[in-house]
Nanobody
């Protein structure tokens, strides 16, 4: 089992920045990749960014390319640096870990005011 704990969400004005953190615990040796997803009210959960733990290879949704950066500290912590935030980035952000199973955190609210 893997447990994920997100932190770093909050309220920020448009154009501002936030950094989300996700700490993994438990069977972290089984994690191959981690990622951030988000879900806005009335919308489906969408992938924001992913990172391969061993290689550091990353992927980003088109909507966040050039503004968000995902990084990791081994398989223990993954970060999402979010710059130039827009009101449409408002959502609950979820950390995920992929290995033998898929694990999800509880989510952290990010609200961007215009």
């Amino acid at each position: 089992q893997v447990q994920l704990m997100e932190s770093g969400g909050g309220l920020v004005q448009a154009g501002g920045s936030l950094r989300l953190s996700c700490a993994a615990s438990g069977s972290i040796f089984s994690i191959n990749a981690m990622g951030w997803y988000r879900q806005a009210p009335g919308k489906q959960r969408e992938r924001v960014a992913t990172i391969i733990i061993t290689s550091g290879s990353t992927t980003y949704a088109d909507s966040v390319k050039g503004r968000f950066t995902i990084s990791r500290d081994g398989a223990k912590t993954v970060y999402l640096r979010m710059n130039s935030l827009k009101p449409e980035d408002t959502a609950v952000y979820y950390c995920s870990a992929f290995g033998l199973n898929t694990y999800w955190g509880q989510g952290t609210q990010v609200t961007v005011s215009s």
